[in-house]
Structures are given as C-alpha cells and as structure tokens.
C-alpha cells in the first residue's frame, strides 16, 4: 500500500501522469494558520460534515459557519509543496497529484478560457495545509473539505477529504477521482473570471437554486478539463502531463461527483431526501454535468444558468 507524504494510505493505480512531464513542483503551496471560527465555504465537493447539518435542517450551509464574514489573513506565501519527484511522484503521492494536476488546469484552461470566451486565464493559487487554514475569506478548517475563495482567488485543499470521500461516501479511490475534486475547485475560479460565481448567494438553495447551478457548472468545467487534459500541450510545444483517460478513469470521476451528491448524502444522514435544501445537485446532475462539460468541451455547453432542465444537459442529448 502506498502513502502519502503525511502518512495516509494512497491506492496502486495506474500510471496517470506522463513519464517525462514538465510539471512545476512548487505550484501548491502549504499553509496553514487558522484556528477555527468563520469559514470560507466555495466548494463543490467540499464541506461534507456541514452540508450534513444544512441538509438536515434544510438551510444554507454558511449559515452554520458563519461565513461571508473577511478576514485579511491569508495562508498564500506559504512554502512550496517541493514535489520533485515529477510524474512518479504525482502518480502516487496525493499532495503532488494535486500540484499536477494544478499544472495540467492551468495548461488547458490557459488555452481553453481565452479561446472559447477572449477572457485571459489568471492561474488561481493552490495551497495545501492540514487540520485548518487563514484566508481571505476567514478561517476554515479540514470539516469544510476543499474549497475556493474568490476573495485571495486561491483552492485550498485538506488531503484527509480524499479518505472520507472513499470510506464514508463510497466514491472510488482511483486517481481521477481525486482530480475530479481539483478540477471542480478550479471550476468556481473560472466562474470567478467570467463572473458567474456570485450567483448563489441571493438563490442558496433548492433544486433549481442558483447554488446549484453554480455547483453543477463547476462539475461540468473539470468535464472540460477532463476532455483536453490528455491532449493540451504545454510550454514550448512539450507533451501533455496526462496519459489518454481510460473508462476506469472517467468512471473514477463520476463515482466522486455521485458520491456528494445532495439526494446521496441526505439519503445517508438523514434516511429521507428535501430537494428544497439543495445546493449542489443530486448524484445524477452532477454525474450527467461532467459528461457534459467532457463530451463537448464547451463552455456554452456548461450554461447551467439558462437551462431549463438541470437533469438534461445539452451534452447528453
């Protein structure tokens, strides 16, 4: 069994990153900092004990953090994640896989933003820290899960979410799975560009919610990263990071957008499912969002805003 470098059991898998691949080894940093109290909550895939609470008692889950509050303090100048292993590395350990995968968004999204909406990419930061983290947005600890703050545009990411998605939620082990959630995160901070992202806070949930739409539009971006991320070359023309995606990887991915499903986990928690307390989708959404975002590979496809049936994207039609 492997580890990661903070001891946690990381699945054999097959080999994701390419041999050779340019990867940055300092694209995440690690922070740290934070002691509690207000939180930041941006995530898609994210904040899985406190969206337990808000879908019990059917309310936003900010309002059980106390979030929207800013705190000046950020986590952001931290040391860098020193993954100099490359590809063997990010193939097996999970903090590196995310700084790899951190580098393969920022090659499609580089290209893909501006050649589909004119808008430039702005490479969001990265920072890993463990147990809590200070940011722009306030002070957020491992509860939340992964989670993007518009404020310091930088997702922040606690490991141990990756074994929580696999033994409490069921969501395969496999590494697309785990990218899925990074992707998902990088999702918000293209919405964040395109100024989309705010479009949850006056609708915060519900099934036809703007939370949701925003969560299922993010789902079906990293459908988007997916699509491009075995074929988008990288500085001075080099290889693409990624090896071509298997249907085991694609099936890794959909597993982690079912598994945080809202109808899944309130199903789980609860024993009965409140549409009115969504705000992220169901399991099928999400699942059906990513298809979408990987089928088309277009941003006009991800128009989650417009649509009129949420349970039928325009890529699976």
């Given at each position: ?61 900010a309002d059980f953090l106390g979030a929207g509050t800013t705190d000046n303090s950020s986590s952001n100048s931290g040391q860098g994640a020193g993954c100099t292993g490359g590809a063997t ?169 079912a598994s945080v499903g809202d109808d899944r986990i309130q199903q789980a928690s609860t024993g009965r499912v409140n549409p009115e307390g969504w705000t992220h989708g169901s399991s099928e ?9 990987y089928n088309t590979g277009q941003i006009s496809g991800c128009d989650t805003f417009t649509a009129t049936d949420l349970d039928n994207p325009p890529g699976l039609r």
């Amino acid at each position: 069994m492997l580890r990661t470098r903070r001891g946690r059991p990381c699945e054999a898998t097959a080999m994701t990153f390419r041999e050779g691949a340019q990867i940055d080894p300092n694209r995440a940093r690690r922070g740290g900092g934070g002691t509690g109290g207000r939180i930041a909550l941006g995530g898609g895939a994210g904040g899985l004990i406190v969206l337990v609470l808000a879908l019990l008692f059917g309310g936003n889950p900010a309002d059980f953090l106390g979030a929207g509050t800013t705190d000046n303090s950020s986590s952001n100048s931290g040391q860098g994640a020193g993954c100099t292993g490359g590809a063997t590395e990010a193939n097996t350990d999970v903090d590196c896989r995310i700084n790899a995968t951190a580098v393969s968004l920022d090659q499609v999204w580089g290209t893909q933003l501006t050649r589909q909406t004119g808008v430039n990419y702005t490479q969001p930061q990265v920072v890993l820290f463990t147990g809590s983290v200070s940011t722009a947005c306030g002070n957020a600890t491992s509860e939340v899960g992964p989670f993007y703050c518009p404020a310091d545009q930088t997702t922040y990411f606690d490991t141990s979410f990756f074994q929580v998605l696999t033994d409490r939620f069921g969501a395969s082990g496999g590494p697309l799975a785990q990218m899925y959630v990074v992707a998902h995160e990088f999702g918000h901070h293209i919405q964040n560009q395109l100024g989309d992202l705010g479009r949850a806070q006056s609708d915060p949930r519900g099934p036809e919610s703007g939370a949701v739409r925003v969560e299922l539009q993010a789902d079906c971006y990293a459908g988007i990263w997916a699509r491009y991320a075995a074929t988008e070359r990288g500085p001075n023309n080099s290889e693409p990071l990624l090896q071509p995606l298997t249907q085991q990887d694609i099936s890794d991915a959909l597993s982690a957008a079912a598994s945080v499903g809202d109808d899944r986990i309130q199903q789980a928690s609860t024993g009965r499912v409140n549409p009115e307390g969504w705000t992220h989708g169901s399991s099928e959404q999400r699942q059906k969002w990513f298809a979408s975002g990987y089928n088309t590979g277009q941003i006009s496809g991800c128009d989650t805003f417009t649509a009129t049936d949420l349970d039928n994207p325009p890529g699976l039609r």
